[in-house]
């Protein structure tokens, strides 16, 4: 099993919610932060929303702003996406990362660790 497993994926109603889950094992979640991204058919990966493990700043990605929420759950080391309002356009494969300093948070680059990604398809 890989360093980071997301759950949840799968096939929603447009205007309808979602909520995903990133496990990480004890070795990859003491990071400094976590992220997710997502990557639709034909276009390149794009971050998501991030959240920082000291204090818990949040980022978003303005395609997302308001309609989704990043949370983390130390006691269970695990990351949260939920998602609501969900659009068409939201359909992708998302993935959990981590990241071990501070820097460019929307930097797809700037992660160490991934997940093998979940589906997520909006029906209009």
């Known amino acids: 099993q890989g360093e980071l497993v997301e759950f949840g994926g799968g096939l929603v109603q447009a205007g309808g919610s979602l909520r995903l889950s990133c496990a990480a094992s004890?070795?990859?979640?003491?990071?400094?932060?976590m992220g997710w991204f997502r990557q639709a058919p034909g276009k390149e990966r794009e971050f998501v929303a991030a959240?920082?493990?000291?204090?818990?700043?949040?980022y978003y990605a303005d395609a997302v702003k308001g309609r989704f929420t990043i949370s983390r759950d130390s006691t269970k080391r695990t990351t949260y996406l939920q998602m609501d309002s969900v659009k068409p356009e939201d359909t992708a494969v998302y993935y959990c990362?981590?990241?071990?300093?501070?820097?460019?948070?929307?930097?797809?680059?700037?992660?160490?660790?991934w997940g093998q990604g979940t589906q997520v398809t909006v029906s209009s």
């Open positions: 959240i920082t493990r000291p204090g818990g700043n949040t």
């Open positions: 990362a981590a990241r071990r300093s501070v820097g460019n948070y929307y930097a797809e680059s700037e992660y160490a660790y």
């Open positions: 004890e070795r990859t979640f003491p990071t400094y932060a």
